[in-house]
């Protein structure tokens, strides 16, 4: 399996485990799970957007891992409907939610909802010849 491969099942998985969580969350209405829920959506996002840089012909050792290396991989390599994504993921899951605790459920479900998107256009990319 490829390093794209392996970064998006892992974005996958983590995504299936968000809305586990959100489910729980809502059912219990209980916004500690949110946070969580909204905690493993942006890990699958960081994961889902590391595909997308592998897919645009980054090697994996040069994937820059900070907040500030991932929005400069972003502007640099993404189409601007998934540089948009990302950022608007970045500032609802990991801000306004997981820090801020500022989201209700409709939002979070809604952020999810956009997660899967983003996924789903990684996954549609073709991949760079290196």
């Known amino acids: 399996m490829s390093e794209e491969q392996l970064h998006l099942e892992d974005a996958k998985k983590l995504y299936r485990k968000a809305v586990e969580e959100f489910e729980i969350a809502r059912e219990k209405s209980d ?3 949110l946070c969580d829920a909204c905690a493993k959506g942006w890990l699958s ?3 889902a957007t590391y595909a ?3 897919k645009k012909g980054v090697e994996e050792e ?8 991932r929005r400069y991989m972003v502007h640099r390599y ?3 409907e998934l540089e948009l994504y990302y950022f608007s993921l970045r500032d609802n899951l990991h801000i306004e ?3 801020e605790r ?6 979070v479900q809604i952020q999810l909802n956009d997660l899967k998107y983003y ?3 990684i996954e549609e990319l073709e991949e760079v010849r290196r």
Request: glycine fraction near 4%; include cysteine.
């Open 78 to 80: 993404a189409e601007k």
């Open 119 to 121: 996924i789903e256009k």
């Open 45 to 47: 996002a960081i994961e």
């Open 31 to 33: 916004r500690i799970f």
């Open 97 to 99: 939610c997981y820090y």
């Open 102 to 107: 500022a989201l209700d459920f409709d939002e």
């Open 52 to 54: 997308l840089v592998l």
């Open 62 to 69: 040069e994937l820059l891992k900070t907040d500030w290396g």
